[in-house]
């Protein structure tokens, strides 16, 4: 341990997160509403700037994809794949956000019905199911993904093409340099944002177990039994991550999707069916017709905050998380063309997801608008308990209710071990290979995180205060772009046919000169 005392990035990212949750301890009242201050400015001030940079990324992402530089492979050009794709697929979508769609796939398309996306909309009716849909769609679709393509393709292109290390200071430095002060400083904050971001998302997914295991159960909702769950839970991904990328994450990865396909199918044909594929259906048009509009909306006129509180909130919470999921995209990734990477990343886990909120959030809406439920009013008074609701008026509930608990805890577990690698990764300086002592110490400080805001109940506070990361690391997405474009430009620039001409006349030369 003495060497990474002598690590700035790791002492400076280990000396803030301890100091956070300290603070965070000792002052949460205080805390949250220094957060609270420093998100709304942020929102406010800089929303629109969330929002143009999310759409110029998805442009320029299609544009490298249809470009003749989508078939430079992410490797040596005899590099192949490292991960089946069923593989890849599963540790892509089980990187943090499989347990958020579990959480979300609910608990979002019911809110939106419940308290509508427009003023002028009449809440609970067929009309505000279908923009529910919709924006569930949109918020969980492509621009969400698009922040970690970027991230991933500028470190993936660096670390393989290359042999560097992964880190996202010098998947910058094409564009500004490598002066030892920048490296650190964006590192640190890298890393700082995704112990937040990940120790908060393990909060709401034990806060969700909870729920569950109190509808299933009867087990009281209380602190003490979410302590108890992230100590189980900690244990587990400890003792996943001694087994390596290859082993732990890979396998682990692939149960969750394949437990979570297996879900997906039984409330599929045990739930409204046609109502499913038809919404399913009508939200994808939906989608499509609205994407500019969806893409760049803000309030300025009516005053309005529900694109603060959703669209723009999901985009800050994407780009915060963007250095730990990029990363871990970009080193399961080896081996893959830019144009299979880009179009994986981007469509696979939205389409994904979107079956699972057609799916899980199309049953419940089918429930409440012609079984006379009170699913969207449930959800409303307690989140955490929205998928277990909606379990209630389907067959085999309490199967369906431990299978899901199972799902999240899975989800949880790979969400956290994947998180330990990237963050030991970034504090031994980009290695693929980084040590057992440093993933146990992130494992241990995320664990301890968590714990210690579901204790203060200091969770959203936190939440919170990680999000106003996502303003600085929207510049970094920015400048990756030029950084993409010029590494590919200088240093992996494919074959034209003036190249191939240039080559004829040398060549001929060549031979002149030796007859």
């Given amino acids: 341990m003495r060497k990474y005392g002598r690590n700035p990035v790791f002492l400076a990212s280990f000396f803030i997160v301890v100091s956070l949750i300290v603070l965070g301890a000792s002052f949460p009242d205080a805390f949250g509403n220094v957060a609270g201050l420093l998100f709304d400015a942020t929102t406010n001030n800089f929303g629109w700037f969330f929002l143009l940079a999310i759409f110029v990324l998805i442009v320029f ?35 943090g956000f499989g347990s958020g769609l579990v959480f979300w796939g609910v608990a979002e398309p019911m809110s939106h019905f419940f308290s509508v996306p427009f003023p002028n909309m009449e809440s609970g009716t067929d009309e505000a199911a279908r923009t529910a849909m919709s924006y569930a769609f949109f918020h969980q679709g492509i621009s969400q993904w698009s922040v970690f393509a970027v991230m991933g393709l500028a470190i993936g292109l660096l670390q393989f093409k290359k042999s560097r290390d992964g880190l996202v200071s010098t998947a910058l430095e094409p564009v500004v340099g490598s002066h030892p002060f920048v490296k650190h400083s964006v590192d640190t904050l890298a890393i700082v944002s995704t112990v937040m971001g990940v120790a908060t998302s393990i909060g709401l997914g034990i806060l969700q177990m909870n729920g569950g295991l109190n509808i299933a159960f009867g087990v009281p909702q209380s602190t003490l039994v979410q302590v108890i769950l992230i100590v189980l839970m900690g244990a587990a991904f400890l003792l996943s991550t001694t087994t390596g990328l290859k082993k732990g994450i890979r396998i682990l990865s692939s149960l969750n999707l394949g437990l979570a396909l297996g879900l997906l199918l039984f409330v599929f044909f045990a739930g409204p069916t046609l109502f499913i594929v038809e919404s399913f259906t009508l939200a994808i048009g939906d989608v499509i017709n609205s994407f500019v509009s969806y893409s760049l909306r803000l309030e300025p006129y009516i005053g309005g905050t529900w694109v603060k509180d959703w669209t723009i909130f999901y985009w800050a919470w994407a780009i915060a998380w963007s250095p730990f999921v990029g990363a871990f995209v970009a080193r399961v990734s080896k081996g893959r063309t830019v144009r299979e990477f880009i179009i994986g990343v981007m469509l696979i ?89 440093l993933k146990t110490v992130w494992g241990v400080l995320i664990s301890g995180t968590a714990a210690v805001l579901l204790y203060t109940g200091g969770l959203s506070a936190l939440q919170t205060a990680s999000l106003v990361s996502a303003l600085p690391f929207t510049v970094v997405l920015v400048l990756l772009m030029f950084a993409i474009t010029k590494t590919l430009r200088d240093e992996v620039r494919p074959v034209t046919e003036r190249d191939i001409r240039r080559f004829k006349r040398i060549q001929e030369k060549v031979d002149d000169e030796t007859e």
């Fill in 61 to 95: 992402l299609v544009g490298v994809a249809l470009s003749s530089y989508g078939s430079v492979r992410l490797g040596g050009p005899s590099e192949r794949p490292e991960f089946s794709f069923f593989a890849w697929i599963g540790m892509l979508f089980s990187t």
């Fill in 349 to 437: 886990p939205p389409l994904i997801a979107m079956t699972w909120i057609a799916v899980f959030g199309g049953t419940a809406l089918w429930s409440d608008l012609y079984a006379g439920t009170n699913i969207a009013q449930a959800v409303d008074l307690d989140l955490t308990q929205a998928l277990f609701v909606t379990f209630e008026q389907l067959p085999l509930t309490p199967l369906l209710n431990a299978f899901a608990i199972a799902l999240i805890f899975i989800f949880l577990v790979t969400s956290a071990d994947s998180a330990t690698y990237i963050l030991a990764s970034m504090t031994s300086k980009g290695s693929i290979h980084p040590p057992l002592l």
